[in-house]
């Protein structure tokens, strides 16, 4: 199961450089403006209706996940932490089929403290498993989930 978490300031601290306050207020910015840009994607559905709504079993899913409950249960899990709400953004169309499937998800983040901090402590403990160490609370509305 293969499953990344990203924000856009880990990738700007990692490939533009570590200490530097313009590259930390760089990254918010870029981080803004790439939720923005999702937000307003024509094609994005609240999660778990998008995958609800699909037909069979393999007709919709999330990330790796290779089911329609497994998808689900991602996005579950995800409002379990925490979520306000989570969308599935850039959901592409397989080629020659009429199964969709979405790699990235815009999470929605609550004003509440400890809300937040276990959507943040999901996240770690996801990336955890893979070697990755997501940047923590900086006071963001949403996160980015790149999937795949």
């Not at 601290?13 to 803004?32: D, F, L, P, Y």
């Not at 499937?101 to 996801?126: M, N, S, T």
């Amino acid at each position: 199961m293969v499953f990344t978490f990203t924000t856009v300031t880990k990738f700007m601290k990692r490939n533009v450089g570590r200490h530097s306050e313009a590259t930390e207020e760089s990254a918010k910015e870029e981080h803004e403006q790439l939720i923005a840009r999702l937000l307003k994607d024509s094609a994005k559905r609240e999660a778990g209706e998008w995958i609800e709504s699909g037909g069979d079993e393999r007709s919709r899913s999330v990330g790796s996940r290779k089911t329609k409950q497994d998808s689900l249960n991602l996005v579950q899990e995800i409002y379990r932490a925490g979520a306000v709400k989570v969308l599935a953004v850039n959901i592409q169309r397989r080629p020659k089929s009429v199964e969709e499937h979405a790699g990235k998800l815009v999470v929605e983040l609550p004003l509440d403290p400890v809300r937040r901090e276990a959507i943040f402590d999901w996240c770690k403990d996801q990336g955890e498993s893979l070697g990755y160490s997501p940047e923590m609370d900086q006071g963001e509305t949403h996160l980015f989930l790149l999937l795949d």
